[in-house]
């Protein structure tokens, strides 16, 4: 397969500063006319050529400037057209079946409607067009359908006439005067009933909004729409950006290959960040719909109003999206919490995938299928990145520059490069080495220590990026750290300090220090690397109590925690140093459990251990097997060690009645971290408190957290609730996604015997995206199931991988990436990851998308 490479960029010979959309709509049978003004780009190679991508479709009829041709030819998938002057008027027929479009890309039928996905490169599986994202084009788009099945007719911009024919079909037109690229591009046409409200912008304009879903499923959008409201109201406070448009719709679909999509006035969402009511959606579910409701209202000016010149430039609208909708959330919550909870995705994401086979730059310098980089590279790290420039800059700063970033390039499609070189002039910094964090892959390491002399600290500092694919020698990079030094006696420091770390190695002094200080250091985890330091317990147990960084003292927690359990697993613990380390982790443990200042969300943040994944990448080689014993071993212990306060913890915030408020979250949060706890210490205390909380419940979370304990556990109650479970929520799709996840999920001895049970459920299907997520990356991500040791899990996720390709290639690439972490785990299991790696190879008709992940997992 081909390779897109950055280096090649062109600017495209043909624009087309408007097109016309016609379709009649059908389920099986859709009918596209496309009629594009094409004008020669004065910037392009002046070629007569015009080029229009297409995918899987043929063209029934070619026009230009309203004469039928016979003259075009194919190039493989591609439409090409000769031209003799400088602007045309070039119209196209093709016709598609939405209902055989199991890829879930370009125009598709989910549960009976007709909806749209065209990024990245959708738009051509519906039309022939220059599908990439330096096309801006202003679109009308007109659809006629029949009124029963469509009656709802829905396109990006504002509907500009409506009206009804003789023959029982309907029409609309839709206009948006936005010019925008095609992969913004959105039809939605169905049986949809609105949540409607409205918002006033900054400047007095009246918005209206409207949430779409299901009849049946409209009690369950309120959420959304706060969400919505609130967004709206945050960009203009924080970012000083107001919307564009009279309308907004969100339109939710139960068939979606990833969380939502940003499509200019109509974005189209997966029905699971859209509906959510306390009954059927957790805590974390009600966040997440609030977290994706911001980050797509958000691309409307960080992806829409500036796109993307190439698609290389991804980040460019991703990290600074992502970046913004988490300091929405922070904003909206608790700040303290939503990085800790940011800080975790990334170590359980990005980590690894910067350190394995796939790893790359924010902006990949190369691609072979496009839908392979929305990794949580280009999104998380890439968010990270530009926090870093925050951090540097100071938000009023960080404004200005973000200000002349938009007032800059609006209505263009702009690149990393831009995007940086406004931060630098808007907010006054010198970003020329910074730059590498765009282009250098891999986790920097920083190697810390400290020494004490008189009364002067000083901290040396030493950074290593590691090889990765490609890019075998890397350069030092500039890395901003947080710090502070803590006086041991008083438990207090003299303010915390930025340091910059821009060479391989440096020194930091500083004064005032009779006794060797405590050292907090990357705090706010404010550059996202992994710190070296060797430490004792006892400074980490100091930190874990007193730090006033809520970030800090959550990873010295981590720190001393994972300290511990390398050293388990590597064998490397006499039983009196194991019971040394439990003592240490429990002594802080039991401070966390009972610190009366610390709120209840927090303090549910700082019970959670280490991921067994997280733990897996501070080893060269890993043993899962290993790290599962000594995890669990170590919650076991907990849960004995400190089950008084375990108990009276659960007992104290079972207590406490269902509200949204903080204070009722914070207690739910921390029943059932307690729960957890609980049931590793003592099987049936956990099993009868787990019922217990089972049949009380009156919402989701205390609901979810009872199963997911009882999932575990080879106990009578776990069928009990199981069966409660599926029966109550018959018919829901989002919540039997749960049920099948919670399985898949669990830690239960036949996890893996039951998960194939679960394949052959009638309520298990491959072409719903939500469902195959819910059981495979359940297991994928679960380490008991995934590295049994015989192997199964690796069979599990291969067979799903070569069965999912022919049906939704995008989808099955997604669960490569687990298997392709071989190298980083014992020889024996990365032997039966590597074959079943080179089962899928063998593979005769791979998808690129697929092709390409396992190519690169095997090289
Ligand atoms: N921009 C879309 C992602 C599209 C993924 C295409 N494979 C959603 C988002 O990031 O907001
Ligand atoms: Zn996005």
């Not at 020669?40 to 297409?54: F, I, V």
């Not at 598709?108 to 022939?128: D, K, V």
């Not at 924010?362 to 929305?374: G, H, K, L, T, V």
């Not at 500083?510 to 985890?525: E, M, T, W």
């Amino acid at each position: 397969p081909p390779v897109i490479r950055r280096e090649d960029y062109l600017p495209p010979a043909w624009l087309v500063p408007e097109i016309a959309l016609d379709f009649t709509l059908g389920l099986t049978a859709t009918r596209v006319v496309s009629k594009l003004h094409v004008a020669r780009n004065p910037d392009g190679n002046g070629a007569s050529t015009l080029r229009l991508n297409g995918d899987q479709i043929t063209p029934l009829a070619v026009r230009v400037d309203g004469a039928a041709v016979s003259d075009w030819r194919l190039d493989g998938a591609d439409l090409l057209i000769e031209l003799s002057g400088d602007a045309h008027i070039v119209e196209v027929e093709t016709q598609v079946n939405p209902a055989a479009n199991s890829q879930l890309m370009g125009l598709y039928a989910s549960n009976g409607m007709l909806c749209t996905q065209c990024e990245a490169e959708g738009f051509r599986r519906i039309t022939f067009f220059p599908d990439r994202p330096d096309v801006l084009s202003t679109y009308s788009v007109r659809m006629t359908g029949d009124k029963t099945t469509f009656p709802i007719l829905l396109a990006n911009g504002n509907c500009t006439a409506q009206g009804e024919n003789a023959d029982g079909s309907h029409w609309a037109e839709w206009h948006d005067p936005w010019p925008k690229p095609s992969y913004l591009f959105a039809l939605v046409a169905g049986e949809l009933v609105s949540n409607h409200s409205t918002f006033t912008t900054m400047s007095g304009r009246k918005v209206d909004l409207n949430i779409w879903v299901r009849p049946g499923d409209e009690d369950r959008t309120q959420h959304a729409m706060d969400s919505l409201i609130a967004s709206m109201k945050w960009d203009e406070e924080t970012f000083g950006r107001e919307y564009d448009l009279d309308l907004f719709n969100v339109v939710a679909v139960s068939d979606f290959n990833m969380g939502a999509m940003e499509n200019k006035g109509l974005n189209v969402f997966n029905t699971r960040y859209v509906l959510a009511d306390p009954e059927t959606a957790t805590d974390g579910d009600f966040d997440a719909v609030e977290g994706v409701i911001g980050h797509e209202y958000f691309h409307n000016w960080s992806g829409n109003r500036i796109t993307c010149r190439d698609w290389f430039q991804l980040s460019l609208k991703e990290g600074f999206t992502v970046l913004r909708d988490q300091l929405f959330s922070a904003d909206m919550g608790s700040e303290a919490v939503k990085r800790i909870e940011d800080v975790r995705i990334l170590r359980a994401a990005q980590f690894p995938e910067d350190s394995g086979p796939l790893a790359h730059p924010i902006r990949p310098d190369s691609y072979q299928e496009i839908n392979n980089f929305y990794t949580a590279t280009v999104y998380n790290k890439g968010a990270e990145v530009i926090r870093m420039m925050r951090t540097m800059a100071g938000p009023e700063q960080f404004r200005k520059g973000t200000d002349l970033y938009f007032d800059r390039h609006d209505g263009e499609a702009a690149t990393c490069e831009d995007f940086v070189k406004a931060i630098e002039d808007g907010a006054g910094l010198d970003l020329k080495q910074f730059r590498l964090w765009y282009s250098q892959a891999g986790t920097p390491q920083v190697s810390v220590s400290l020494s004490h002399e008189g009364s002067t600290a000083t901290l040396k500092l030493t950074q290593k990026v590691p090889a990765t694919p490609g890019q075998p020698d890397k350069q030092p990079m500039p890395i901003p750290l947080r710090v502070a030094l803590f006086d041991r006696d008083t438990g207090a420091h003299a303010g915390e300090k930025l340091v910059v770390l821009d060479k391989p190695s440096d020194t930091f002094t500083f004064d005032g220090f009779a006794k060797p200080p405590v050292l907090s250091i990357n705090r706010g985890f404010s550059a996202p690397v992994s710190i070296d330091f060797d430490r004792e317990a006892e400074d980490l147990v100091f930190l874990a109590a007193n730090d006033d960084d809520p970030f800090a003292r959550y990873e010295a927690m981590q720190n001393l925690v994972v300290q511990h359990l390398v050293t388990a697993v590597s064998g490397g613990l006499s039983d009196e140093t194991r019971a040394a380390g439990r003592a240490a982790i429990g002594k802080a443990f039991t401070a966390i459990l009972t610190d009366p200042a610390l709120d209840d969300l927090m303090r549910g943040e700082l019970m959670i251990l280490p991921a067994e994944g997280y733990l897996a990448e501070q080893m060269l080689i890993a043993d899962p097997g290993a790290i599962h014993t000594e995890r669990e071993a170590l919650k076991a212990w907990l849960g004995r060690e400190c089950a008084d306060d375990l108990t009276a913890l659960h007992d104290r915030a079972v207590a406490v009645p269902y509200s949204r408020d903080a204070a009722a979250r914070g207690a739910r949060k921390i029943k059932n971290q307690a729960l957890v706890y609980i049931a590793a210490g003592n099987a049936q205390e956990g099993a009868r408190r787990a019922l217990d909380q089972y049949r009380a419940a009156d919402n989701m979370t205390d609901r979810q957290g009872a199963v997911l304990v009882l999932a575990s556990l080879d106990v009578p109650e776990r069928e009990e609730a199981l069966a409660d479970f599926r029966s109550r929520y018959e018919g829901n799709a989002l919540v039997i996604d749960k049920w099948f996840s919670l399985q898949a999920g669990s830690f239960h001895p036949e996890v893996l015997a039951n998960i194939r049970k679960l394949a052959e459920h009638p309520d298990f299907t491959m072409t719903n995206p939500n469902r195959v997520r819910a059981l495979y990356m359940a297991a994928a991500v679960n380490p008991k199931a995934f590295h049994d040791a015989s192997g199964d899990g690796y069979r599990l996720i291969g067979d799903l991988i070569r069965r999912l390709d022919p049906i939704n290639p995008q989808t099955a690439a997604r669960f490569v990436p687990s298997l392709g972490r071989w190298r980083r785990i014992e020889p024996v299991r990365a032997a039966m990851m590597r074959e079943e790696l080179e089962r899928i190879a063998a593979e005769p008709s791979l998808s690129r998308d697929v092709r390409e992940q396992v190519s690169k997992s095997l090289g």
